[in-house]
């Protein structure tokens, strides 16, 4: 970051510490360059950029190549500036998401935020919280969506017997009661839909068709106005084992009803499996799909550890 024009492989072994001990020490010159070369390989996947400049007349040349990290890269415009709170908030924000999860955008403007050095006084809360992907999905949805790419993949609705190939625009992720989905321009039924990720049973593909990045605008929004339209007009009224991890778990989304609680869903299969997962903690008492849904995945269960599954 010291100079725009980059520095020499051999003037990094010779000044930057630790090559240059490892030398004085008879370290060989294979060895350093193999030290390097890995050094350079765990700063980048670090988030550090690093450039590598060849000769001016043959870029290609990269015998003589020079290597700097862009300082573009940890500088914020003059113009904005953040106080130790703010900063703190970045911090944390930026934390709660994998490297892999966030753009290449978010990673550049986290590295920047970082370099600052921006001392923050009390820490914000004790710990910071981690957002775990499990769906295979993400990556490539996440991907295509950043290049406005039309996308292809398998999806199995419960109670089809195969899944079937969709053709959507992705317009965003969004985490509804702690379930990813992709929301989307579906091109088969020409309409707006929203794919839960876990049911994504195969690749996701992108193809080469692109699309008009401003369909993205407030496609987040609009994806989770949908759900919560769907769950006010679908509810459970379930009864409840007092103290249980059922009661805990449900009574954090429920409102209380004369039979119990009621639980708003979006899905009954969705729901089903969580409802089945309690065992004798929970009830349904309507509507009556849900708990033959329930009842079929208990006896499933029951099944397979009395060895009558098929």
């Known amino acids: 970051m010291a100079t725009e024009q980059g520095l020499t492989k051999d003037t990094i ?37 690093i450039e590598t400049i060849g000769d001016a007349a043959d870029p290609d040349d990269l015998r003589e190549a020079r290597y700097r990290v862009p300082s573009g890269e940890y500088e914020l415009p003059v113009d904005i500036e953040f106080t130790p709170a703010e900063i703190a908030l970045l911090n944390l924000a930026g934390s709660v998401w994998g490297e892999g999860s966030l753009s290449e955008e978010a990673r550049s403007g986290l590295r920047k935020i970082r370099a600052l050095g921006i001392s923050v006084d009390e820490p914000i809360i004790g710990y910071a ?86 369909q993205r605008e407030g496609a987040g929004d609009r994806a989770l106005k949908g759900l919560e339209a769907l769950a006010a007009r679908m509810s459970a009224l379930l009864e409840v084992n007092p103290g249980s991890e059922a009661a805990l778990r449900l009574g954090r989304r429920a409102t209380p009803a004369e039979q119990g609680i009621r639980v708003p869903y979006v899905d009954v299969h969705v729901l089903a499996d969580e409802l089945a997962s309690y065992g004798p903690e929970v009830r349904v008492v309507e509507p009556l799909q849900l708990r033959d849904e329930v009842v079929r995945r208990l006896r499933a269960t029951l099944d397979v550890h009395t060895g009558r599954a098929a």
């Open 13 to 49: 072994l010779e000044s930057v510490s630790g090559y240059r001990e490892q030398s004085e020490a008879g370290a060989g010159r294979d060895a350093l360059e193999k030290m390097f070369e890995r050094d350079k390989e765990s700063l980048r996947r670090l988030g550090v950029p």
């Open 129 to 214: 919280p981690r957002i775990s992907l499990r769906d295979p999905a993400f990556a490539p949805l996440q991907q295509a969506i950043e290049q406005s790419r039309v996308v292809t993949f398998p999806y199995l609705k419960p109670g089809e017997p195969s899944p079937r190939v969709r053709r959507i625009r992705p317009l965003a992720l969004v985490d509804y009661e702690s379930r990813w989905h992709v929301y989307g321009y579906d091109l088969m039924a020409q309409a707006d839909r929203t794919f839960l990720l876990s049911r994504i049973v195969g690749d996701v593909v992108a193809t080469r068709e692109a699309f008009d990045p401003a």
